[in-house]
């Protein structure tokens, strides 16, 4: 009798072990394809034409394998795995987003006074690229490989004639220049995530008197020292999206947010054993 129980427990605990490698195996094989179809963002498909390809700068390796697996043993979404893996090109969720707001004056070059009120809005958004051409430098000079800058101008009716400011939005485009640690075997690793709230991370005497410049340069300084981090534990880290927003030196918000990968908890394996 107790050999039969213990036959019986073993060939369930054999089916179930069968059916999860199973349900894996139809996740990244099945399930990934029908995923990026649906979304429309594919890893192996040509970025926009907006966002050229990036050949020929330092960036951090590409690996062949387009599919990554979740701590809880889910699917990596795409938008995630396109920005984590694919480092030879820009793609389209990889961005800096900044929105800020910038005194009328700023444009303005040596000898030149403002236009009249009612096209101020126009001059701005004209000028706009120009003022921030300098933000790329601050990227490349830091941990990216390339940037490109996608869009830069005034954002809508932000034109306030009292403070004789406008909301500028921007976003640069950027890879990543090859870490000091290497990308694991991707199959036997799972992708861990997270964000940091930069603001928190300055501290209060850091953002007193800060401009927007200043803190982009922050936020790019915490990205970075984000990786340093990672590194130091023997991971390889990536700088998936950055984000900041400053209307005063007592309003501002920024966040950046990485991954790194960690090796498959026992108990799950990958399905490319499977086959």
Known sequence: MLVRIILILGVALMLFAGGAAGWQYWQQNF???ELAAATGT???ET?????????GAPTAETPAQTWLISLTGELVDTETVTAFLLQDRFVEDRVFRISMRVPMTAFLAEGETLPDPVYRPVFADIRAP???AGMCGML???????CRMGEAGVRGESYD???ETVELELRLYYTQKPGEVPLPDLKSHVMQQDWLNVAARLGKQELEGADAM?????TIRAAAGICAEVEARGQACRILKMS??????EDFTGQVTWAWMEPMPKGMYPAAPLY
């Open 31 to 33: 399930a990934a394809p």
């Open 42 to 44: 594919a890893v192996q």
């Open 47 to 55: 970025p926009p034409e907006t966002l050229p390809d990036a050949a």
């Open 130 to 132: 120009r003022l921030v």
């Open 140 to 146: 490349l000079d830091a941990w990216a490989g390339s």
């Open 161 to 163: 004639p009292e403070t």
């Open 214 to 218: 200043e803190l982009a340069a922050a």
């Open 244 to 249: 900041m927003q400053w209307d005063s030196p």
